[in-house]
């Protein structure tokens, strides 16, 4: 198995422009969990998603953080419009069961950089 | 909410010395997860803690569990170079169903040769 991949593993983008991080979870695994790491704050959780469905978003930040997951193999989360405060390595994992307290995997992460 | 407080933040120790890192959370944990995260790198997930007072060995590394499920602590024997990398600990509440995991703020091993 290819474990969790992330795309792009590099963005940087001008203030104000649109973002999309996107993620392939492990096939099989149904739980789904975007995180946000930086120096400050650590490893923050955004979002996590269950079978598709968004379980719990209080973690995103703003409204301009949305996240999506239209089927069990592809999730995105969008930065729409991108500010400098939101430059971090973003990670997405999967785990294999319903609920959040099993091992999840993380992908090698996106390092975003909002100039 | 719950939230899981990791120290020290950061730790330099000569290679060979020991290595020990202290989660505590502010609520009863169902389990306790480890992970660790390479420079450059993405968390690796090293092991779970689900017992009051268990304790688990993985070579040079000993886990332990608190016996009130709020702490856990991770200890290296004769660090290693390789052993250097953010060591996190995670937990979820343990009112059951959906849970957040949340993460401590890690800690930063540097090992000097």
């Known amino acids: 198995d290819a474990g969790v991949i992330q795309s792009p593993r590099h963005e940087v983008t001008e203030m104000g422009q649109e973002v999309t991080l996107r993620c392939k979870p492990i096939?099989?695994?149904?739980?789904l969990f975007w995180y946000r790491q930086t120096m400050m704050r650590g490893l923050e959780l955004l979002i996590y998603?269950?079978?598709?469905?968004?379980?719990?978003d209080s973690g995103m930040p703003e409204d301009r953080f949305s996240a999506k997951m239209p089927n069990a193999s592809f999730s995105t989360l969008k930065i729409q419009p991108s500010e400098p405060r939101d430059s971090a390595v973003y990670f997405c994992?999967?785990?294999?069961?319903?609920?959040?307290?099993?091992?999840?995997?993380f992908g090698q992460g996106t390092r975003l950089t909002v100039v | 909410g719950q939230q899981v407080m990791q120290i020290p933040q950061y730790q330099h120790v000569q290679e060979g010395e020991d290595f020990t890192t202290y989660c505590n959370s502010s609520?009863?944990?169902?389990?306790i997860q480890w992970y660790k995260q390479r420079p450059g790198g993405h968390p690796v997930f090293l092991i779970q803690?689900?017992?009051?007072?268990e304790v688990k060995k993985q070579k040079r590394l000993t886990f332990q569990f608190g016996e009130a499920k709020k702490n856990s602590s991770l200890h290296i024997t004769a660090t290693q170079t390789t052993d250097v990398g953010t060591y996190f600990c995670?937990?979820?509440?343990?009112?059951?169903?959906?849970?957040?995991?949340?993460f401590g703020i890690g800690t930063k091993l540097q090992v000097i040769p």
């Open positions: 609520t009863t944990l169902s389990n």
């Open positions: 803690l689900v017992k009051s007072g």
């Open positions: 096939s099989g695994h149904n739980s």
């Open positions: 995670a937990g979820p509440g343990n009112s059951g169903g959906y849970q957040k995991v949340t």
């Open positions: 998603f269950n079978n598709n469905v968004p379980i719990d």
């Open positions: 994992a999967s785990s294999p069961l319903g609920r959040a307290n099993t091992e999840a995997f």
